[in-house]
């Protein structure tokens, strides 16, 4: 059974700092392709970072310079480190994980509020 599991949302004030981790198991972590999204109230989901096996990211053009993503092979874990937090990040980030050899599978967490507000 695939499990994906974010964490370390919460609630910050603006310019400050989070860190989000997310923890996948029953599955080849090495074979897929790890991404953050988030969905602010009213908005669709937008891909914020990806981060391919090879060590490949990018990244949505309103977060490059603040948001770093890594990924922990080892772990079957990936990140997402945000600094320069600004209001409008505030969203419900969501960790997914994409397969990227045949059969093709794709998979999504739970999701975890990051709120940047003074």
């Known amino acids: 059974q695939v499990q994906i599991v974010e964490s370390g949302g919460g609630l910050v004030q603006p310019g400050g700092s989070l860190r989000l981790s997310c923890q996948a198991s029953?599955?080849?972590?090495?074979?897929?392709?790890m991404g953050w999204y988030r969905q602010a109230p009213e908005k669709e989901r937008e891909l914020v970072a990806q981060?391919?096996?090879?060590?490949?990211?990018n990244y949505r053009e309103s977060v490059k310079g603040r948001f770093t993503i890594s990924r922990d092979d080892a772990k079957n874990t990936v990140y997402l480190q945000m600094n320069s937090l600004k209001p409008e990040d505030t969203a419900v980030y969501y960790c997914?994980?994409?397969?990227?050899?045949?059969?093709?599978?794709?998979?999504w967490g739970q999701g975890t509020q990051v709120t940047v507000s003074s």
């Open positions: 997914n994980a994409w397969r990227t050899v045949y059969p093709p599978g794709n998979y």
């Open positions: 029953g599955i080849l972590f090495s074979e897929n392709r």
């Open positions: 981060i391919f096996s090879s060590g490949f990211t």
